[in-house]
């Protein structure tokens, strides 16, 4: 029963996700920006219950344009993201390349770095910067890669950049997966391939996504390592972790 149902979940998600590529080629690209917004939500929130994911969402949304730092755990972080306020987010280059989810990454206006290329850093602060001014809504991954969602990876804070310097509130958000109320690793997708990672998202069973938004980051009079440590200290505590910024402030 557990393999039929994941094969059955599988075999929707790839339909599924095909349609919305069409969708994002032939449709979103000419919509106005709220009424892509409201797509994104739906489609964003359908994938989730088609994978068997069940979304909850804790805190308050904040309502204007801001930059969103979270943890990085799956593929579906996107998704559970894009449900609670849809943004552009920032990826490595690699994932421009990924069959499937890439295309979908490129046709909703994800802007893609290039890790080891101090330049390529420079060059998407600029992007994000002029996103911000646009009052548009940035979402990072400032851990640089993916965990197994059972710890917090020391925050990055170049790309936090152009939200300090234009006083561009902070939102920061931790993402944590459970199966049957107990945290689980099966959603990560750290040593394994995507496909890998969502047949164990689709065979399992009670599988749950909870999305904490936790309280805004003023920037205002603040560098970025200062800002850095302040959303590593909010989003530890929120995950009942040790917080490894301060655990390396501690060893240093």
Request: charge should be positive.
């Amino acid at each position: 029963m557990k393999m039929l149902r994941g094969a059955i979940r599988f075999a929707a998600a790839m339909v599924f996700v095909v349609a919305c590529i069409l969708m994002v080629l032939f449709y979103l690209q000419w919509v106005k920006p709220e009424k892509k917004i409201g797509f994104l939500r739906t489609w964003c929130r359908a994938l989730l219950c088609i994978v068997g994911i069940d979304l909850k969402i804790e805190g308050k949304v904040y309502d204007q344009h801001c930059l969103i730092v979270a943890n990085h755990v799956s593929f579906m972080d996107i998704f559970g993201l894009n449900v609670v306020k849809p943004g552009r987010f920032i990826a490595k280059s690699e994932i421009a390349n990924w069959p499937i989810f890439g295309q979908i990454a490129k046709g909703v206006d994800t802007l893609f770095i290039e890790r080891k290329n101090r330049r390529s850093i420079l060059t998407v602060n600029q992007q994000i910067s002029d996103a911000l001014s646009r009052k548009q809504t940035i979402m990072l991954f400032p851990e640089g890669r993916t965990s197994a969602g059972t710890t917090l990876l020391p925050l990055r804070s170049n790309l936090m950049e152009p939200a300090v310097m234009s006083a561009t509130p902070i939102q920061p958000i931790v993402l944590l997966y459970r199966e049957h109320g107990l945290p689980t690793t099966k959603a990560s997708y750290t040593d394994i391939s995507l496909f890998a990672c969502l047949w164990n998202i689709v065979s399992s069973d009670g599988l749950t996504l909870t999305i904490k938004v936790l309280p805004l980051i003023d920037p205002t009079g603040k560098d970025r390592r200062e800002v850095a440590a302040e959303a590593s200290a909010m989003m530890s505590e929120a995950m009942g972790v040790v917080d490894p910024m301060q655990a390396m402030n501690l060893l240093n």
